[in-house]
């Protein structure tokens, strides 16, 4: 049966009212072009006739109840469905406190965005004729309070048995944390894995055993799909950062059952107080990288001593807007040899060494 949808993939928002907005010395994040970004984004959204809209978490700032209340008020009024899931940022505490909601709230805010039945941190529920979308949460909490980033063992349960019952539809997953490696060794990495989900082999060997092939996560904000095995992994970056993206996406199946999936980039360019958002973002982040890359050069793999990573830093400045921005290509030949070929695995190269352009605009080919 032919198939033809269109939607959008919205990630990260950061939603921060003016009166909830706090600093942090290396913050990476512009939040206080939260609400006016989604404003534009939602300008252009209206005018393509989607089918529906797809949040991957991170909807708020720090998980504020007056942000949460203002951005479900915003989602009511658009005029296609849009779904969510919660980022870590949105259910930042087990029990809420004076400054973010609870672990448990987060679905009653959220209920004409997925969550019919708020008992619940997980969904389902059919997109379209033979479309089903599955929200997982993969925000948990272990015996010390900490939030950690896995799916519990009843989520799993419930998720076999949705796709045991919905063997005849196409999936879309949708998720907060990865499931697919974006960056070398990211499961490994001391500064990389908080981005991945703890049981992420778990979930992939699921999702393969019952053909699912597409999974839109965000947390990393970084432009990138990722594939492993017969899944893919659409993360996309956030509203509040470099380069301020988002994705418009078109299914097609013809009527013989091929499937495509095509991907299409756009950015947030400009908004009333930062005219040249993009120039002004990607200096911010230039101006606030240095605490982040002396931790990356000293930490393993590289465990450069502090000295020589004070000194190669500055020449890596641009470094992470470049792997946001997606499809970045690297040359750090004049780098010493062990650090320069470290890099250069970020860059765009597939792993059978060819060029991949495949993070911003692509269409994926997605017939067995």
Not at 156 to 180: F, K, P, Q, S
Request: proline share 7%.
């Amino acid at each position: 049966m032919a198939l033809n949808f269109r939607f959008a993939v919205v990630s990260d928002l950061h939603i921060a009212l003016p009166h909830t907005i706090w600093n942090h010395p290396n913050r990476f994040h512009l939040v206080e072009v939260s609400i006016p970004a989604f404003e534009s984004v939602l300008e252009h959204l209206t005018q393509l006739d989607l089918d529906f809209l797809l949040l991957p978490g991170d909807l708020t700032q720090h998980g504020e109840p007056d942000n949460h209340v203002w951005l479900q008020k915003r989602l009511s009024q658009l005029p296609f469905p849009a779904y969510v899931v919660p980022g870590n940022h949105d259910v930042p505490v087990l029990m809420a406190n004076e400054q973010s909601i609870g672990f448990v709230d987060f679905s009653y805010h959220y209920r004409k965005f997925g969550y019919d039945d708020p008992e619940k941190l997980y969904y389902t529920c059919q997109l379209l004729p033979g479309v089903r979308l599955i929200g997982l949460n993969s925000n948990c909490f272990d015996d010390q309070g900490q939030q950690i980033g896995r799916l519990d063992t009843k989520q799993i349960g419930w998720l076999e048995e949705v796709l045991e019952a919905t063997r005849d539809e196409l999936v879309l997953v949708m998720v907060h944390h990865n499931v697919i490696e974006h960056l070398p060794d990211q499961s490994r990495h001391p500064m990389a894995n908080r981005y991945m989900l703890e049981n992420a082999p778990e979930l992939l060997q699921i999702l393969r055993q019952y053909g699912v092939r597409l999974v839109f996560t965000g947390h990393l904000h970084v432009q990138d799909v990722a594939y492993l095995e017969g899944v893919y992994d659409i993360t996309t970056g956030s509203l509040v950062s470099y380069p301020h993206p988002y994705r418009v996406l078109e299914f097609h199946r013809d009527q013989s059952g091929r499937e495509r999936l095509q991907i299409l980039s756009h950015r947030v360019e400009s908004v009333p107080d930062f005219p040249n958002l993009q120039q002004t973002s990607r200096q911010w982040m230039g101006d606030h990288s240095i605490p982040f890359l002396l931790k990356l050069l000293t930490l393993p793999p590289l465990n450069l001593p502090l000295a020589q990573a004070q000194e190669l830093a500055p020449s890596l400045r641009e470094f992470w807007a470049n792997i946001a921005s997606g499809d970045a290509l690297f040359d750090y030949t004049h780098f010493p040899q062990e650090v320069g070929r470290y890099f250069e695995k970020y860059g765009a190269i597939a792993p059978c060494g060819t060029l991949s352009l495949i993070d911003n605009n692509t269409t994926l080919l997605l017939s067995k």
